[in-house]
Structures are given as structure tokens and as C-alpha cells.
């Protein structure tokens, strides 16, 4: 693979595209607006630079790097890529309006990815005419740090499609560690949960939110607390991630805690709304 295509320059988007680029591959990064794409590029520029500042790669890695990323708004300019990766909104109609256009723009041997945290690889496929091509490559926050991408083949998804999604995460310097399309997959199958439950303890008492992630930290050997988790991953990505969790699997122990309900309605969404569990002010 030569060339990737990633939609959506947010977050996962724009750490894609990093990790994409410090490979070698030539990367086209589309979102809705310019002002989107400009804010992705920088912030891929300061987190390489924070990699120079440690030594992880060179100046030059970071200039040839940010040199092989082109931005757009216009989808069609995907039509000529290897592979194209979705990390749009964690919303279904979204993600089938993009996987059925991108069906019409690119190639017939492009592989179509998406990097949704919990919905079904097999639906999102049913929206184009080459289900075999399409597979789940779920990327860990923060993408350039975190070495895991947990790959989801669809019912259809072919053995040529998992083994080039696992060669390119190679090439990415990633771990790819294969799972069945089902609810959720497994990090966020048993992540959510979790995350989840330090919320009932904070909404009914049981600790401060503080105390709960030091608790976890300290006694789990966990690299950070559920709460403070939960504010990087965003409030409002958890709550949809139950919420199909719950209504896909319908086990009450998947409902959401009030309390999350509560503060996403409030837009209190962790550290991209600098207020969350905790504040980043």
C-alpha cells in the first residue's frame, strides 16, 4: 500500500494520518470543512514535535512526514487510494452515508476501514457492493502512543482484506490483534463497563472521583483512572458506546449511569469541552 485516505480530522482522524505519514505512506485527510482540516494538521505538527523532543524521530522524520499529507473537503479526491479509513462521528447513518459514497468514488480494490469503537462491521459493509473489502481497524487514544489496533472482520470480510490491514499495521509499527464483529468488540466490550461502574460509585458516594481513579491506579496497576479515562476518550463517546452495548446485547448491565446521561446533556464532555470529571482548564 501506497496511498491512505482518512475521513475525519479530529482526534483518532488526525493521529491516523500521523502515524499513517511517519510510515511512509502518502495520506489524503478529508473532513467537512477547512477549518477542521486545519486544526487536525496542527495538532499532528505538535505531537510530532513532542516525538522530536524526545527523540523518538528526527526533525527530518517530521518534515518528510508532514510533507506526505494533502487535506480536502472534496471526497472524491479518495478515489485513487490503497485504503480508505473512516473515523467520523461514532453514529451509524454517518458512517453509512460515507461507506456507501465511498463505494462510488474509490477503486474496486480499495479497502474501505473503519475505525468505529463498538458498531457493526457487517452493517456498515451492507452499505456498499463489496463487503469482502471491508473490515474494522479500531485504533487506540492516542493513536501515535497506543500500539494496539483491534481488527473486526465483518460476516463477509475476506482473508485478503484481514491479512493487508494486518500488513499495514506492521507498517505502522502497530500490533494487530484480530476479533469477531459483535457488540463493542472486546476493548470496549470490557472497558465500558468498567468505566461505567466508576461512575454509579461516584454518582451514589461511594468515592470521589479522585479517590476512585487512585484506587484503580494504585491497586489495579491501571496507567490512569477510569474517570480521568473516560474525560480523554469524551463523555459523549462512552455514552454512545453503551448505549449500543445495551441496546444490541439488551443486558441491563450495559445501561447507562444516570450521572454520564446527565453530564452529556449538559455538554460537560471531558477534556475537549475542558470540563468533564475533572477540569482542564
Known amino acids: 500500500m501506497h496511498k491512505i485516505g482518512v475521513i475525519g480530522a479530529g482526534t483518532m482522524g488526525n493521529g491516523i494520518a500521523h502515524v499513517s505519514a511517519l510510515s511512509g505512506l502518502n495520506v489524503v485527510l478529508v473532513d467537512i470543512n477547512s477549518e ?3 486544526k487536525g494538521l496542527a495538532a499532528i505538527s505538535k505531537n510530532m514535535d513532542r516525538q522530536v523532543q524526545k527523540e523518538r524521530i528526527s526533525a ?11 487535506t480536502s473537503t472534496d471526497m472524491n479526491v479518495l478515489k485513487d487510494c490503497d485504503i480508505v479509513v473512516e473515523a467520523a462521528t ?13 463505494d462510488e468514488i474509490c477503486q474496486s480494490d480499495c479497502i474501505l476501514a473503519t475505525n468505529t469503537s463498538s458498531i457493526s462491521i457487517t452493517e456498515i459493509a451492507s452499505n456498499t457492493n463489496r463487503p469482502e473489502k471491508v473490515i474494522g481497524m479500531h485504533f487506540m487514544n492516542p493513536v501515535p502512543v497506543m500500539k494496539l489496533i483491534e481488527v473486526i472482520r465483518g460476516h463477509l470480510t475476506s482473508d485478503e ?3 493487508a490491514v494486518q500488513d499495514l499495521s506492521a507498517k505502522m509499527n502497530k500490533i494487530a490483534v484480530e476479533c ?3 457488540p463493542g468488540f472486546v476493548a470496549n466490550r470490557i472497558l465500558m463497563p468498567m468505566i461505567n461502574e466508576a461512575i454509579f460509585c461516584l454518582m451514589e458516594g461511594v468515592a470521589e472521583a479522585q479517590a476512585i481513579d487512585d484506587i484503580m491506579k494504585l491497586g489495579m496497576a491501571h496507567p490512569m483512572g477510569p474517570l480521568a479515562l473516560a ?4 463523555l459523549d463517546v462512552c455514552l454512545s458506546i453503551l448505549e449500543v452495548l445495551h441496546r444490541e446485547l439488551g443486558d441491563s448491565k450495559y445501561r447507562p449511569c444516570p450521572l454520564l446521561k446527565k453530564m452529556v446533556a449538559a ?5 475537549k469541552t475542558s470540563h468533564g470529571f475533572y477540569n482542564y482548564y
Request: aromatic letters at 8%; zero cysteines.
Open 267 to 271: 455538554g460537560t464532555l471531558g477534556r
Open 231 to 234: 474525560d480523554l476518550i469524551g
Open 60 to 70: 527530518t522524520d517530521k518534515d518528510s512526514a508532514m510533507g506526505k499529507i494533502t
Open 161 to 163: 482484506t484481514a491479512s
Open 36 to 38: 477542521f482540516l486545519e
Open 90 to 102: 461514532e453514529n451509524l447513518k454517518i458512517k453509512a452515508s460515507i461507506f456507501k459514497q465511498l
Open 180 to 182: 469477531n464483529d459483535y
